[in-house]
Every structure is written in C-alpha cells, then in structure tokens.
C-alpha cells in the first residue's frame, strides 16, 4: 500500500512518540531513584579511608621511635614490617619501613583530598550539603537521636550532627596535613613550623589530628553500621528506600 507524504510522516511521528514514550517508560525508576553520593565523593572516599589507615598505622610506628607521652603502640596495630626481622637487618624498630608508608599514604591522602576539596569547593556542593548548622539544629537533633527518633529516610541531607562531625573532621584533615608538612621540612618551611610554635608544637597537633580521626572514626563508623543504608549508598550512589513496601500476599 502506498501512503501520501502527510501519512508518512504522521506514521514517523507516532513512531518516535512511541519510541520516546518507551524510552520514558524504560527511565522513568532510574530517575525516580535519587543519586545520594556522586561518583566523585565515592571515590574519593573509600581512598580517603585506605590513605588514613595507612598514615596512622605508620604514624603509630613512627610514634613509638620517639614517643610524645608515656606510652607507645602496640607493634601488632602498627604499619612498617616486622619488628623482630627489622632490629635484626636495620637496628630500629621498623622506623624506615614505617615512613616508608607514611610518604607513600601522604600522596595518597593529599592528591586524594585536593581532588575531594576541589570538586565540593567548585560544585558548590559543600555549602549545600554541610551548610548551615545552627545550635537549634544541633540541639533538635541531639534530642531526636537521643529519644531515637531521628529520621533517617532521606540520606541526600545530612543532619546538624552529622555536619559538624564532617566539617570538624575535614578541617582535621587540612591541619594534619600542615602540620605533617612543618615536620618533615622544618627548615625550609620555617614560616609553617613557626605558626605551630615550633618543631615540637607541630609534633602535638599532629598527634592530636590523628586523635580526632580514631574517635571521629569510632563514632562515625558506629553510626554507619547502624543506618547500613549509608553505606550503601556510599558504595553505589544510590540506597534502598527506607521502608521497604510490603510485597502483597
Ligand atoms: C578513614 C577515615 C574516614 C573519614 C575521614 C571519613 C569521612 C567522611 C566524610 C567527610 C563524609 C561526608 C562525605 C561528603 O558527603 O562529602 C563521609 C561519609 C560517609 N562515610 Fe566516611 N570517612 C572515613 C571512613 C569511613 C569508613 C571506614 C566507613 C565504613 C563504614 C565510612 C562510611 C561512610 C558513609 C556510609 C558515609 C555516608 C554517610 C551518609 O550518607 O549518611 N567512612 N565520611
């Protein structure tokens, strides 16, 4: 059968309004399902968290070469090879292997943050995720969280808790990051060293950074575990809803 230009083009419409109504069908639940956690902050996460296992295992051992208070760490919980096998070959205690893992993480950690800092500074995403906290935020969320009703159903906003503890611990991360640089290059950075009042000043900040990581960490993955919703969608971008609908009987 042959058709008139008019209906041909009439048939080409239907077709692609057909194929658009498809392609929408086919979208439509990858749209509706909101993405919580770019891939970016993903990445760069998971990196952050190998680069900070390594920096304090290795600090640890660097630590008790010349420990700042009256104790060190237990060797077993430290990063720079065996001690035994080290004192054998090297006369220290895994000093050299443990810097050698310090250096190394350092990169890691910076490079890895540069990119973290750049993406949320010129998406303007960190003003939008961890801006504003308020004290009757702060103290509304104290109370929900602890009459355990703090809601936990739309992971895209964090909470006034959750805020803080990210600033705080992100502003960690630039201090640990200076005061590391102060004591590896004193002298050439002589200005750096003297805004921590000297060698040993920046040794204190240094360490109580990595303090405020562990417990920022005990707490922070404590919450995790307890929303593994969280994690989740720190894996994948996306999370499963908070409750799920009952499949019907
Ligand atoms: C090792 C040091 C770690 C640091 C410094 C750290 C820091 C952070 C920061 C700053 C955020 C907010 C990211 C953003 O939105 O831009 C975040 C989110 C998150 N982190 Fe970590 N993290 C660490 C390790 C871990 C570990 C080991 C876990 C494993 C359970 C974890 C699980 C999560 C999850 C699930 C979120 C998303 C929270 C939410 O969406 O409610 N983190 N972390």
């Not at 990169?107 to 003003?127: H, I, Q, S």
């Not at 002298?187 to 204190?204: E, K, N, P, S």
Request: hydrophobic share 50%; aromatic share 12%.
């Amino acid at each position: 059968m042959r058709r008139s230009g008019m209906e041909r083009t009439n048939l080409l419409l239907t077709t692609s309004e057909e194929r658009l109504a498809m392609a929408s069908v086919s979208i439509a639940p990858v749209q509706r399902q909101k993405k919580i956690q770019p891939l970016i902050v993903r990445i760069t996460h998971w990196i952050n968290a190998v680069a900070m296992f390594i920096m304090i295992g290795s600090g640890w051992r660097i630590f008790n070469d010349s420990p700042l208070f009256p104790f060190i760490f237990h060797p077993d919980i430290t990063l720079g090879g065996d001690v035994q096998l080290s004192f054998e070959k090297w006369q220290d205690s895994g000093m050299g292997g443990a810097l050698q893992w310090h250096f190394a993480g350092m990169w890691l950690l910076v490079l890895n943050g540069l990119v973290y800092f750049a993406y949320n500074f010129a998406t303007g995403r960190f003003r939008m995720k961890l801006l504003p906290v308020t004290l009757t935020g702060l103290l509304g969320d104290i109370g929900d969280a602890l009459r355990f009703k703090l809601a936990h159903d739309d992971l895209s906003v964090y909470n006034h808790v959750q805020k803080l503890l990210y600033i705080g611990v992100l502003t960690l991360g630039v201090l640990v990051v200076l005061s590391g640089l102060a004591i590896w290059k004193p002298v050439q950075l002589w200005w750096l060293t003297d805004l921590f009042y000297g060698f040993q000043g920046a040794r204190w900040v240094h360490f109580f950074c990595m303090t405020g990581f562990v417990l920022f960490l005990i707490v922070h993955v404590a919450l995790a575990v307890l929303v593994p919703r969280t994690i989740v969608s720190m894996i994948t971008g996306n999370a499963p809803p908070a409750h799920a609908p009952k499949e019907r009987e």
